[in-house]
C-alpha cells in the first residue's frame, strides 16, 4: 500500500508539533498516525523513534488495520490473562505490517480503533500535571470535559480501554492516567488545537512552568565525579558516557532528590524510576569500587552535588534527561496544589521486563539517522 502525498504531508505536520518541545515528547515517546480514505490502512510512527525523526521518507510505517483487526478482535484473547493477552497482541500488531526492518509504535491498536483519520498522542507535561496527580480527574473535569481513561498498560489493554471510551462517550480527546494525552481530528490543524487546550488550563492551575531552556557548565566537581566513575568503568572494559545533567533546571541545590519514581511508563524504559542515592562524599572512584559499573542506564543523586547521568552512548544519555525533565518538572509542578500519583510497583516491575519496551528502548538508543 501506498501513502497518499497529502497523508503523508499531514502526517509529518502532526509529528513535527509533537516533537517541537521537550514538554510534548521526551525521547522516543507519543506517536502521530494517518489512515487512509477507506479506513482499512493506516501509517503510524514507528517503534523507537522521536517524533521529530518523522519525516517524508522515514520514521514511519503501514499497518493493514484489516488484517490487525482479524488478529485483536478475537474471543481467545478475552480468555487470556491481562498480560499473556498483552504479549500475543503485541506480537499480532506486529503481523500487521509488511515492514520486516521497523516495528510499529505500541500503541498501534488505538491509533487503529479510533476512527477519525489523524491520532495525536504526546506525554505532554501540560496534561500530566493532571493525569499524575491524586485528584486531578476531579481537578480537570470541574474545567474541561475530556475522557479520562483509568491507568492499563500500554497496548493492546490501552487500545481496547481507548475504544471502549470513544463508544460510550465519542470523544476525540482522551487524558491517560499517569501517561499522556491522545486527540484526533480530520486535519493535523484539529488534533493539534485539541492538544493545546490543556495548555493554558494547567498554566493557569499549577503556576508558570519552570525554565527548561537555560544552560550554562555544571560545576568542576560534580564533573570531577562524572569523569572518575566513567574513567573507572573504562579501566574495566566498560565504555559508558556519564555527565550532569545539561539543563540549569536540573541542578538542583537541595539535599533532597527532586524526584521519588515513576510516573509515566517511559520513566522505567529509560531509568527514571529507580535514582541511586550516593551519600555525599562519596567519589567516583570510591562508589565504583563498591557497586561496579553501572548496567545500561542509571540516574544517580549525589545528596552534595545532583545528578548524574549513565547511559551506553550519549545519545543515551539525553534521552535520559529528557525524561527526567519532565519528571522533575512534574513533581514540582504538582506539589504546588496536590499530590503526585506514582505507578504502582506491580505495574513497574512488569514493565521492567517488557520485551516490546525493551526493543523501543534499544531502538531509540542505538539507531543511527
Known sequence: MIIHSTDLCDLVEMSFFGGQNVLLSQGGGG???????????LWIKASGFRLSEVTHLSGWLGVS???????LKDSFLDKLSLREAHEISTKRVQEASSETSLRPSLETTFHAWLPDRLVLHTHSVWANCFSCMKGGNKLLSDTLQIAWIEYV????????????????????????ENHGLITTGASPSEAICLHETL????????????????????????????????HACLTMGHLVTARPPLRDYLRSKTTICPTQGALVPDDVVYGIHA???????TGGKDWFKIHGPSPGMEVFWLTDLGFILVGPTEQAVNTME???????????????????CHLPQEEVDYLVGMESERYRQMVALYKTT
Not at 488495520?65 to 482479524?70: P, Q, S, Y
Not at 492551575?205 to 544552560?215: A, E, K, Y
Not at 535514582?275 to 562524599?281: D, Q, R
Not at 529528557?322 to 496544589?337: G, K, P
Request: aromatic share 8%.
Open 153 to 176: 498498560t500500554p497496548g493492546f489493554l490501552l487500545g481496547k480501554a481507548v475504544a471502549e471510551s470513544y463508544a460510550n462517550q465519542q470523544n476525540n480527546s482522551f487524558l491517560l
Open 322 to 340: 529528557e525524561n527526567l525533565l519532565a519528571n522533575v518538572m512534574l513533581h514540582d509542578l504538582i506539589q504546588r496544589v496536590g499530590n503526585v
Open 31 to 41: 506517536n502521530t498516525s494517518v489512515k487512509n480514505s477507506a479506513g482499512t490502512y
Open 199 to 230: 495548555r493554558p488550563i494547567a498554566e493557569r492551575i499549577f503556576g508558570n512552568f519552570p525554565d527548561h531552556t537555560s544552560i550554562t557548565p555544571p560545576n568542576r566537581e560534580i564533573t570531577t565525579w562524572a569523569n572518575e566513575f566513567k
Open 275 to 281: 535514582v541511586k542515592i550516593i551519600p555525599g562524599g
Open 65 to 71: 488495520i484489516n488484517k490487525l483487526n482479524r488478529g
